[in-house]
């Protein structure tokens, strides 16, 4: 609760230690009332605050998207070595961008990005194009709304083509507990086995992406043997399983054959 008041009032903790007498006036009392209540009730504190911290950027959340985790920063990492290798303009596509969390943080890091970033939600697109204004990379990164490839033209081609798609499991208990019960479902689970969309993002990869382009997805903490399978169907190469910070496998990574 000291995290939340020393947050949505903009007060340092030291701040709060020092005037522990310091009340509210009515208004923020109220204010204050319905902020524990939210949370007492098991609310995530990113909705609460309406925003959250992600690879060097804070973006606005809200209900209407997936609240960006840590170990998501593993894709942004990957993407930016691979702009780094090529040292050059590279076009850079982000299937299911939510709050725009992997797009805008790859845009922040280099100059050399140009970013796509596609979703189905137009409330999800609302919030990462006000975060896009926000952080000055409007002109860095474009979107468009549709599942998946189907935003795009068919012609476009990319250097590099990062997703975090919906990769758990219908039915899976986790649904029901912690955050993930406050998160919007479409953005969590593909209502299928968990693979389905991981499935049609690294198939149609060969389409948009260039000759020797790189794909990288996230997946879940057991997936990696099934999506390196699904990467070796389609013929990419250069197949790699990247861990996160915990030491789980977070990301499988492929290349389209030269």
Same mark, same amino acid.
């Given at each position: 609760?000291?995290y939340l008041?020393e947050k #949505?009032?903009?007060?340092p903790?030291s701040?709060?230690?020092?005037?522990? $007498?310091?009340?509210l006036? %009515?208004?923020?009392?109220?204010?204050?009332?319905?902020?524990v209540s939210?949370?007492?009730?098991?609310?995530?504190i990113?909705?609460?605050?309406?925003?959250?911290?992600?690879h060097n950027? %804070?973006?606005l959340v809200a =209900?209407?998207? +997936?609240i =960006?985790r840590?170990?998501?920063?593993l894709?942004?990492?990957?993407?930016l070595a691979?702009i780094?290798?090529l040292n050059k303009?590279?076009?850079?596509?982000?299937l299911?961008?939510g709050?725009?969390?992997?797009?805008?943080?790859i845009?922040n890091?280099?100059p050399?990005?140009?970013v796509?970033?596609?979703?189905?939600s137009? %409330?999800?697109?609302?919030i990462?194009?006000?975060?896009?204004?926000?952080?000055?990379? #409007?002109n860095?990164?474009?979107?468009a709304?549709g599942?998946?490839?189907e935003a795009?033209d068919?012609?476009?081609?990319f250097?590099?083509i990062?997703?975090?798609p919906p990769?758990?499991?219908?039915? $899976?208990? @986790?649904l029901?507990?912690?955050?993930l019960r406050f998160e919007p479902?479409s953005?969590?689970?593909? #209502?299928?086995?968990?693979?389905?969309?991981?499935e049609?993002i690294i198939?149609? *990869?060969?389409? @948009?992406?260039k000759?020797?382009?790189?794909? *990288?997805? %996230? @997946?879940?903490?057991d997936q990696?043997?099934a999506v390196?399978? +699904?990467m070796?169907?389609t013929?990419?190469?250069?197949i #790699?399983? @990247?861990?996160d910070l915990?030491?789980?496998?977070r990301?499988?990574?492929?290349?389209?054959r =030269?």
């Open positions: 609760m000291a008041l #949505h009032y903009q007060l903790r701040a709060l230690l020092s005037r522990d $007498d310091m009340s006036n %009515e208004l923020a009392l109220q204010e204050w009332e319905g902020i939210r949370r007492v009730g098991g609310e995530p990113a909705y609460i605050l309406g925003k959250k911290g992600f950027i %804070e973006l =209900p209407g998207v +997936l =960006p840590p170990e998501t920063e894709l942004v990492d990957i993407a691979e780094a290798k303009y590279t076009k850079v596509l982000d299911g961008t709050s725009g969390a992997i797009a805008l943080a845009a890091e280099t050399l990005a140009s796509i970033a596609t979703d189905q137009s %409330e999800a697109l609302a990462a194009k006000q975060n896009s204004q926000l952080l000055n990379l #409007h860095q990164v474009a979107f709304q599942s998946w490839y795009l068919q012609q476009n081609q250097d590099v990062i997703s975090n990769y758990i499991a219908n039915q $899976d208990p @986790h029901t507990i912690g955050d479902s953005a969590l689970t593909d #209502h299928a086995s968990g693979l389905s969309c991981l049609i198939s149609g *990869a060969d389409m @948009h992406l000759s020797g382009g790189l794909i *990288a997805v %996230e @997946h879940g903490f990696s043997e390196v399978k +699904l070796q169907a013929d990419l190469t250069d #790699h399983v @990247h861990l915990a030491g789980h496998c990301a499988v990574s492929g290349r389209k =030269p």
